[in-house]
């Protein structure tokens, strides 16, 4: 064996030792407290009740429809910002044709961008009512 092997199997036998020797242990410790109401809950009979973090009233779709509607409206800003930073390129051109285009073409996809978007907010907004969800 070369010197390079035998380095190799004395570094994978220490940091098997380490990892070994590291690992923890289960402690057999009395249980301390109540963990339902440690977590904030309720105990109805044998079963733990615990409350909506969301808040009251809050069910997973309107959980979802808030996240979508936060999301869409970033994504409107976004599309914002594009549309006014086209418009500057197209005013700022100066006669060059590259630049007159270039920020057109940001401006016709940025409009495009907020028409999609104020078309999927309408679309989720009628999910949502047909859903049931506020």
Same mark, same amino acid.
């Given at each position: 064996?070369?010197? %390079?092997?035998?380095?190799?199997?004395?570094?994978?036998?220490?940091?098997?030792?380490?990892?070994?020797?590291?690992?923890?242990?289960?402690?057999?410790?009395?249980?301390?407290?109540?963990?339902?109401?440690?977590?904030? @809950?309720?105990? %109805?009979?044998?079963?733990?009740?615990? #409350?909506?973090?969301? =808040?009251?009233?809050?069910? #997973?779709?309107?959980?979802? @429809?808030?996240?979508? %509607?936060?999301?869409?409206?970033?994504?409107?800003?976004?599309?914002?910002?594009?549309?006014?930073? =086209?418009?500057?390129?197209?005013?700022?051109?100066?006669?060059?044709?590259?630049?007159? %285009? #270039?920020?057109?073409?940001?401006?016709?996809? #940025?409009?495009?961008?907020?028409?999609?978007?104020?078309?999927?907010?309408?679309?989720?907004?009628?999910?949502?009512?047909?859903?049931?969800?506020?």
């Amino acid at each position: 064996m070369t010197m %390079k092997y035998i380095l190799t199997i004395i570094v994978i036998a220490l940091f098997t030792a380490t990892c070994l020797l590291t690992t923890t242990s289960p402690v057999f410790a009395k249980k301390q407290g109540n963990v339902c109401e440690d977590v904030g @809950g309720s105990w %109805k009979g044998t079963i733990c009740v615990i #409350a909506n973090p969301l =808040g009251a009233g809050v069910t #997973a779709q309107g959980a979802i @429809g808030i996240v979508i %509607k936060g999301l869409l409206g970033i994504v409107g800003v976004v599309a914002l910002v594009f549309f006014v930073y =086209g418009g500057f390129m197209w005013l700022a051109a100066a006669g060059d044709e590259k630049k007159y %285009k #270039a920020g057109w073409d940001i401006m016709t996809w #940025a409009t495009l961008g907020l028409v999609l978007i104020f078309g999927s907010t309408a679309i989720v907004s009628f999910i949502l009512k047909i859903a049931g969800v506020d």
